[in-house]
């Protein structure tokens, strides 16, 4: 099956699947739609009759978000929906491209798409309303970009995502190290790494580059090249600019809801986080800021390590961050599991897990935990039950899944860096000559 | 495949991928530029003086304009929050204005509160609170009063930790189970009960005394109002029960004056008829206190070990990685 059908046929597998939704909501109890797009949907209708969105309860988001889906109130309440889904299949379009870009066989392209297309949480998630496909495929463009060496309309595109949705700040370092001298030359295309097969690294090193292990140190010293100090200011700016703007037509409501509640985050009620049940117990009290910096930590370390270690195989890094900062979040909604499905096609073909056992056995335990955790959560939330204990307990063992999921990944991992280190001549004129890119 | 047309294809399908790029992005600045547009005229709303109110559907039914205004709302613009007392104060001294005594004594004598009952319906974190009143009505005197129309309210003061979801009454207004719905009070539908107050439920049924006064049962109204719990505080025994009180009721009329209508609001009281099926006490699974250490220690040190993992996890296998790269260069 070619791309093009398989894109295709996800297309009018999501049509079919919004009219579904719609017939559901109007004959039965139980609703195909989110709710969260039902926020969306009256924040949206708010602004359409000249309103702020915030005065829809619950809706923390950027009014961005809402003026997108303005059309819900004068086309057709389910535009949001297919919105969505256009998304979703952007994300698998971006996909192709990015593996096309690398040079991986045709075969394992159509393969890591449909890993993307056909993953039952990816499409019901865009079709039932919810936003996360549109930061996806933000994601992948902004990988894209950089791929083809526009530094600009990354650093665009990077600025409107975190002012979106804040998690992608965890990309900022990784993309400011790949942005590495020896690799990225402003203004000129950069060599990209190839597929070569499972198995074989494909970082060639030339005899006259530094080693490998002072990449983080060269970094670090020749931190202030063009194409990063162009890479923050542009960023910054597109973010400090979107937000200054929203607080200018919402003022302390915006900030608030929209980019203060999630760094401030901590909700009592049940959810996958181990952390939901301490936050209960001790609720009655305020946290301590020792409290808060020590359930900070296990984050903070973890991005950090895993920053350092894999920074310059960029779509790994990404996936790896973006696995363990869900895991150690104080929230955890099943929502945010699509940040990182997005991101595992790109890793997928420098996977060196067999299916059979190893990659059965990760799927299998992450989603047994997942059950096992809405099972509890079914019987406190719709049978009344008191099973916080057990609850709490599942959620250990979800992180635990998680861990273990993550650490198969990272042993069977090729390790493969994004760019290729370029290879400077005695003349610098065939890097001057060499293809421009912005 | 030749490689020209190979190029040719790639070429192509990142045009296609341009174009699409293009009218998206066109989109989303027409979309960003219609939306700024709509905001110009914006309405905010500040923490903590914002009231739910659903709206009713007063103007598809002919209902008089001085019909349009809750009863209660004006309370919450006297008071931060909910008391009994404080809301019993609110009925004597601001409800009843004065002005339709004679009315409101012969309607006193029309109505009789004979049967109550309530019950709550479902099970977990997510029921229905069923309400079903019924009155003897004397029918001879009914058609000597000059009403033009009523209806009954109903107001529901719910305790710590219940709330109702306004999206949700708004909901089921526009089905037309309610003529008119609003919440007032504390409507943030997240905080656990120590850090929210109690909210008020007020809705609108219509009642046509006239029609009622020809059933030999009298009048009867049937209310099912959606209800959520929050997380309680934490209890020893792992529950909190939390009682439902009893809710007020009122008949609010349109009469015909010489010189103009005006509406006048009866509050109906139980004359101590009890409830049907008793007081309604909703049972919800709390935290427990005793798990709090164990709990705080267990889920440190899990994620600790989480963190070791995956550290050292990260360490070895780039390093061994990079060795390998070195050793293949």
């Not at chain 2, 009505?137 to 109702?164: N, V």
Request: glycine residues 6%; proline residues 4%; charged residues 15%.
């Amino acid at each position: 099956m070619d791309v093009r059908s398989l894109l295709l046929f996800s297309a009018l597998l999501r049509v079919l699947l919004i009219i579904y939704g719609e017939w559901q909501d109007a004959h039965m109890e139980v609703r195909y739609t989110d709710v969260d797009y039902l926020v969306f949907s009256d924040a949206a209708s708010l602004v359409a009759s000249g309103k702020s969105p915030y005065q829809r309860s619950t809706y923390r988001y950027s009014p961005l978000l809402a003026f997108l889906l303005v059309p819900n109130s004068i086309i057709h309440p389910s535009w949001g929906k297919f919105l969505f889904s256009a998304s979703d299949l952007l994300v698998g379009l971006f996909i192709h491209t990015i593996l096309e870009l690398r040079k991986v066989p045709e075969n394992l392209c159509t393969c890591a798409l449909m890993v993307w297309l056909f993953n039952p949480f990816t499409f019901s998630i865009g079709t039932r309303g919810n936003c996360e496909p549109i930061v996806c495929a933000m994601i992948l463009w902004i990988i894209i970009c950089l791929m083809n060496g526009k530094v600009l309309q990354a650093a665009f595109w990077y600025g409107l995502v975190v002012h979106f949705r804040i998690y992608p700040i965890i990309y900022s370092i990784p993309i400011i190290l790949v942005l590495d001298p020896h690799c990225f030359l402003y203004g000129l295309k950069p060599a990209l790494s190839s597929w070569v097969g499972q198995g074989n690294s494909t970082q060639s090193i030339p005899s006259t580059a530094v080693p490998e292990s002072c990449g983080i140190w060269i970094a670090l010293t020749s931190m202030f090249t063009r194409a990063r100090i162009m890479f923050g200011l542009i960023s910054g700016a597109v973010f400090f600019a979107f937000t200054g703007l929203f607080f200018y037509l919402y003022r302390w409501e915006f900030l608030h809801e929209a980019l203060l509640y999630h760094l401030t985050r901590t909700d009592p009620r049940h959810n996958f986080s181990i952390y939901f049940y301490h936050i209960y117990l001790h609720y009655e009290h305020e946290f301590s800021v020792v409290e808060r910096l020590i359930s900070f930590l296990p984050q903070f370390l973890v991005q950090l390590v895993l920053i350092v270690c894999f920074a310059q195989d960029l779509p790994f890094c990404f996936f790896a961050q973006t696995v363990a900062f869900v895991a150690f979040n104080k929230v955890i909604t099943a929502q945010y599991f699509v940040w990182f499905f997005c991101l595992l096609p790109l890793i997928l073909p420098w996977s060196n897990m067999k299916l059979k056992w190893t990659g059965l056995s990760c799927i299998l335990l992450w989603m047994g935990t997942q059950t096992h955790w809405l099972m509890w959560g079914y019987l406190l939330e719709f049978k009344g039950k008191n099973v916080f204990l057990e609850l709490w307990i599942a959620s250990i063992l979800f992180l635990a899944a998680n861990t273990f999921v993550l650490i198969k990944i990272i042993r069977y991992h090729t390790y493969s860096s994004l760019f290729q280190r370029l290879e400077f001549s005695s003349s610098d004129n065939d890097l001057k000559e060499g293809k421009k890119s912005n | 495949m030749p490689p020209s047309t190979v190029s040719y294809h790639m070429e192509s399908w990142q045009h296609v991928q341009v174009h699409i790029c293009r009218i998206l992005g066109i989109q989303l600045i027409f979309l960003v530029g219609f939306g700024f547009c709509m905001s110009s005229s914006f309405v905010s709303c500040e923490v903590g003086g914002c009231t739910s109110n659903v709206g009713s559907t007063n103007q598809s039914l002919n209902i008089p304009p001085y019909f349009e205004k809750h009863i209660t709302k004006s309370y919450f613009d006297k008071y931060d929050s909910l008391l009994d007392s404080d809301f019993l104060d609110f009925i004597s001294h601001e409800l009843f204005p004065g002005s339709c005594e004679l009315l409101l004594d012969n309607l006193n004598l029309v109505l009789r509160l004979s049967v109550q009952q309530r019950s709550l319906i479902g099970d977990g974190s997510h029921r229905h609170l069923s309400s079903s009143f019924r009155f003897n009505i004397q029918s001879e005197l009914i058609a000597e009063l000059p009403i033009h129309f009523c209806e009954a309210i109903i107001i529901e003061k719910l305790p710590y930790g219940i709330f109702a979801d306004p999206f949700e009454l708004q909901h089921l207004l526009q089905r037309g189970v309610f003529m008119g719905a609003a919440v007032f009070g504390d409507t943030n539908l997240e905080l656990p009960s120590v850090h929210s107050n109690r909210s008020l439920v007020e809705v609108h049924m219509d009642v046509d005394l006239n029609t009622f006064s020809r059933h030999k049962d009298g009048l009867e109204i049937n209310i099912d109002l959606p209800l959520h719990i929050r997380y309680p505080p934490l209890e020893e025994s792992g529950y909190s029960n939390i009682e439902l009180g009893a809710p007020d009721l009122f008949m609010r009329c349109s009469i015909e004056a010489k010189s103009h209508n005006q509406s006048c609001l009866l509050m109906l009281k139980d004359n101590g008829v009890a409830l049907g099926n008793g007081p309604v006490v909703w049972r919800v699974p709390s935290g427990i206190k005793a798990h709090a250490r164990a709990v705080s220690i267990v889920t440190f040190i899990s994620a600790i070990l989480s963190t070791l993992s995956i550290v050292l996890t990260s360490v070895y296998y780039s390093s061994t990685k990079l060795c390998k790269n070195l050793k293949q260069s």
